[in-house]
């Protein structure tokens, strides 16, 4: 319990940091309530719709495509006023030939010409336009033919051209001051006078946009941002009592967060702010036009209204972050570490295995990737890096921090680790910098860097990301990989070099009292210890006549040494050896069991090829056999189905489908389709029906013909329908004199046909007498129906006997496609249809012709098989086995085969093995020449048995005392100091390459 209120605790406090952080970002944040507040708004419904200009709003949901690019705009190209003619000259008003938005330019009333009297001298004449007839001729002709046509054009590609430039300037000012402004694409506009007397006029939705320029081509494209366009929605214009409660938002978000790439499709965004509107209000309305509203009024209203702003970035992303933290907490989440070490007093928990972030350093010195010299207190830091989650370090100027911090950089770069480096001034971020260009300047491309907020420091944050984009764009990750692992290799090897001599350095000072470890096998302790331990043991190992170094592993291992020798001993090797043959690759070879399955193939089919020889008389298998096996696969597979289908329906109860079968397929089969047409008709008007009819009793019609009752009963309906009765005496009508006695002595059900509901009951029954009786005559050739079963029993009698009549009548397209089949085969005549037996022969011919190209292809398998053998078995010196497989395999003979492969995996043993003999004498050949010589004479001998099974002690007995002399060499301090240089030296350059 008292965990749980720490909990508690823990948890109110984290949700306090966090409310006052939002709350203290929400005091520096500027409220913007109008669109007009922003620096630049292009509205879509701005753009003129000329060519040249691509808006997707203009066809939303029309266009696939139309989500890549949001609004394209190609600049115009711009025509000067065509120039008018000489004589219009002075009469011209120059800004109105070159205004387009004007209706008409116009002439001046009047001009004052120079001209030159009798006497010389210059003065000025006034002339009036109403006097100069021509002029005015020539202007109508110029302004009709060229100026109005010119405007026009030019009108149109102005307003494309106020476009381009707006769209230009928004382009410049973002990449001019990206850091500062954001482009955005605004989606619904709300207009709204709220209660509280705001006025509002802002989108609902803005998606991240970008704007590109094609110098090349003068087209400015707006597309969505490279990460997407995450549209998100905005409502910070309104107080939060204005806005939809919390779980409709979280369904508008999750709703606008499934949508971004589908912005245009009116049935995703649409339903968003229709259903935003509609929630906030009863009133509230939503316009997918493109228009923006003229009024603001007190019922909120979206309009789709779409429009490209470029605005001042906001804090509005900590606030969003700020509330899902909240609301995460409130919700019981997990409290993350660091806010639990920030809002109380907690114990630095050590990195655990399981946890996800992995440790930030390591103390192992193989694991340290320091490039500049180190001491003990920064391997100290390292250490604690990998138990802690903080360390801080604190000295005065000059003690070497930034030295400590440029070599934790070093190291958790290669460790795989981002590292960000920070201080409350931008000095001591340049002078770590500095320090890093000037000691390691292979890791400052690696870094990107923001030193302060002016206009340089972005430029230079530019510069460095683009460095680090074009490093990854030429970055091989094979080839890095394998450079890597060449230099981990190389320091793991410089680093053990340098631990090797620090141990000799200090076994050199501690002579007499220093252990060494187990070394060379099991030689461990002082310096006397081991020279003590090499002289009892000099007796009992051979000198070796190859001196190894005290580098030297072993070339094989006693087990190996004595392999060797076996090989060296075996006479079946030696045997093979002197034969000179080549042995063959058994994996190359086929197996005994897959030229006993070719073979097998091959006898079958060869067999049920004989089992049909008589069929391959017939005149039908000559065109078979010629046809194409496509052709030859459909015309079996027709004939197939169509004699399956055939035979399943002339084994039917009755015995008429077997007739009818044969008959369709003889081409009689009109009269079976008039039969199931005409019994389908009339059944359609019976079924629902007949139970009502049976279950509707009729009396009183005695011997009257039906079909008479039916004539009366149907007269007099239309007498009744038409607003009269039965009448009386003589003044009965006709219908009714003659329906007298459907009232007096028929009765429907018991009651007397004398209404309307009766006469119809009597009509619908006898219909269906009508129709069945009709029917029973239609099937009566062929099938017999009982007239006094039921209505039902009837119908349920025809019913079956459709199935097979329809069954029957499809095998009429069955057969049209095996015509079609036959008619591919050239030369092929056609069967007699209605004969089974034909239609039998034609397939077993056409099976006939598989079978013969079964046993060609088991034939060329087997040949196929015999050449890739033939091509092993002639290589030069090839083993003679390998003629036997060839022999037998010709021969069909499996058993003799198998044996054969058995002589011929046995002989790649022995080759396998001269392999491996020569290999291992190799290996000591390079390492022990003279060792190696001797035992390739002498290998017979059986001293080699217990020298074989002490190999690798007296190897490395005679390393030791190399180690040993080495040591003992007066000399050896000044060399080990040399090599000790040299190790830490390729140690800091391999660190700081990798």
Request: glycine fraction near 4%; charge should be negative.
């Amino acid at each position: 319990m008292p965990e749980l209120q720490d909990m508690d605790v823990t948890r109110a406090r984290a949700v306090a940091l966090y409310t006052f952080l939002k709350e203290f970002t929400e005091l520096r944040t500027k409220t913007v309530r109008s669109v007009d507040q922003y620096d630049q708004v292009l509205w879509f419904s701005d753009v003129p719709e000329q060519p040249g200009c691509d808006c997707a709003a203009r066809h939303r949901g029309r266009d696939e495509e139309n989500g890549e690019v949001w609004l394209e705009i190609h600049q115009p190209r711009l025509v000067s006023a065509p120039k008018p003619p000489a004589e219009l000259e002075p009469w011209l008003v120059r800004e109105q030939i070159t205004d387009s938005s004007i209706e008409m330019p116009e002439l001046r009333d009047e001009i004052e010409l120079p001209i030159q009297d009798e006497s010389g001298e210059k003065r000025f004449e006034r002339r009036a336009i109403r006097d100069w007839l021509d002029i005015k001729e020539s202007w109508g002709r110029y302004v009709e033919a060229r100026w109005w046509p010119w405007a026009e054009a030019d009108r149109r590609a102005q307003s494309v051209q106020r476009a381009y430039t707006q769209l230009f300037s928004i382009y410049q000012k973002q990449q001019r001051l990206g850091e500062q402004y954001e482009v955005v694409l605004g989606l619904g506009l709300l207009s709204w006078r709220t209660s509280d007397g705001q006025e509002i006029r802002r989108h609902l939705v803005a998606a991240r946009a970008n704007v590109a320029f094609d110098a090349a081509r003068s087209i400015m494209t707006v597309r969505p941002a490279g990460e997407g366009a995450q549209p998100l929605l905005e409502q910070d214009m309104l107080n939060p009592e204005l806005r939809p409660d919390p779980e409709q938002l979280r369904a508008f978000e999750t709703q606008l967060a499934e949508v971004s790439s589908q912005l245009w499709d009116p049935a995703f965004m649409d339903a968003i702010l229709a259903g935003w509107v509609h929630s906030v209000s009863p009133r509230g309305i939503y316009d997918e036009g493109l228009s923006r509203p003229d009024k603001i009024l007190s019922d909120p209203q979206v309009h789709l209204a779409p429009a490209l702003i470029l605005r001042r970035r906001t804090e509005r992303s900590y606030l969003r972050a700020f509330d899902e933290i909240i609301r995460q907490l409130e919700s019981g989440a997990s409290i993350p570490p660091g806010v639990s070490r920030f809002v109380t007093i907690t114990e630095d928990p050590v990195h655990s295995r399981d946890q996800q972030d992995p440790p930030s350093a390591s103390t192992s010195a193989d694991d340290m990737y320091f490039p500049l010299e180190s001491n003990e207190a920064q391997r100290q830091i390292l250490a604690r890096l990998a138990s802690h989650q903080g360390v801080l370090v604190q000295g005065p100027p000059g003690t070497g921090k930034s030295h400590t911090i440029v070599n934790l950089i070093c190291h958790l770069l290669a460790s795989g680790q981002r590292i960000l480096v920070t201080s409350h001034t931008a000095r001591a971020l340049k002078v770590l910098q500095r320090f890093i260009r000037e000691k390691l300047p292979e890791i400052s491309p690696l870094a990107v860097v923001l030193l302060g907020d002016d206009l340089d420091a972005l430029h230079a944050m530019e510069d460095s990301v683009q460095g680090i984009t074009d490093y990854q764009n030429r970055w091989e990750p094979n080839v890095s990989a394998q450079r890597i692992e060449e230099l981990e290799a190389q320091l793991i090897q410089a680093r053990r070099e340098e631990a090797k001599v620090l141990s000799d350095l200090r076994a050199i000072r501690e002579r007499e009292t220093y252990v060494h470890p187990a070394q060379f096998g099991a030689y461990e302790g002082t310096l006397q210890t081991i020279a003590t331990r090499l002289r009892e043991e000099e007796n009992g190992f051979e000198r070796l006549e190859d001196r190894p170094t005290e580098w030297q592993e072993p070339p094989l291992s006693s087990q190996q040494f004595q392999d060797l020798l076996v090989l060296l001993r075996d006479a079946e090797l030696n045997e093979w050896q002197s034969t000179g043959w080549n042995a063959l690759e058994c994996r190359a070879l086929p197996s005994p069991k897959d030229v006993a399955v070719l073979v097998n193939r091959e006898v079958l089919a060869q067999e049920e090829y004989d089992r049909v020889a008589h069929v391959r008389s017939r005149p039908e298998y000559a065109p078979l056999a010629a046809a194409t096996t496509e052709n030859r696969e459909r015309l079996i597979r027709e004939i197939s189905e169509l004699l399956v289908q055939a035979d399943q329906i002339s084994q039917h109860l009755h015995a008429w489908p077997k007739q009818a079968v044969r008959e369709i397929l003889g081409d009689h089969d009109r009269a079976w389709r008039d039969l199931l047409d005409v019994t389908k008709a009339h059944l359609s008007q019976t079924a629902g029906r007949a139970r009502w009819a049976d279950e509707t009793p009729i009396s009183g019609l005695g011997e009257r013909d039906h079909h008479e009752v039916r004539a009366d009963a149907e007269a007099m309906l239309a007498h009744m329908e038409s607003g009269r009765g039965w009448g009386l005496g003589w003044f009965r009508a006709g219908p009714a004199k003659r329906a007298q006695y459907l009232r007096r002595d028929v009765k429907v059900a018991g009651k007397a046909c004398a209404t309307p509901e009766e006469l119809k009951s009597l009509i619908s029954w006898l219909d269906v007498e009508n129709r069945l009786g009709m029917l029973r005559e239609r099937w009566a050739h062929v099938h017999h129906i009982a007239a006094a079963s039921a209505f039902s029993t009837q119908v349920h009698d025809l019913e079956d006997l459709c199935e097979p009549l329809e069954s029957a009548l499809a095998l009429y397209e069955r057969k049209l496609q095996a015509r079609a089949a036959i008619q591919t085969v050239s030369g092929l005549s056609e069967p007699i249809w209605h004969e089974p037996d034909q239609l039998q022969w034609l397939r077993d011919c056409a099976a006939a012709v598989d079978l013969n190209l079964g046993v060609h292809d088991a034939a060329a398998a087997l040949a196929q098989t015999r050449e890739q053998l033939a091509v092993q078995v002639s290589q030069t010196c090839a083993d003679p086995a390998g003629k036997d497989l060839l022999r037998a395999l010709e021969a069909r003979d499996v058993r003799g085969y198998e044996e054969s492969y058995s002589r011929v995996c046995r002989n790649e043993q022995f080759a396998n093995g001269l392999m491996c003999r020569e290999s291992l004498l190799s290996q000591l050949r390079g390492c022990a020449p003279l060792l190696g010589n001797e035992l390739a004479r002498t290998f017979k001998d059986e001293a080699w048995d217990r020298r074989a099974s002490r190999f690798e002690a007296a190897w490395n007995w005679a390393r030791t005392v190399v180690w040993l002399e080495r040591l003992s060499d007066p000399g050896a301090e000044q060399q080990l100091r040399i090599q000790l240089d040299s190790a830490r030296g390729r140690i800091r350059n391999r660190l700081v390459t990798v």
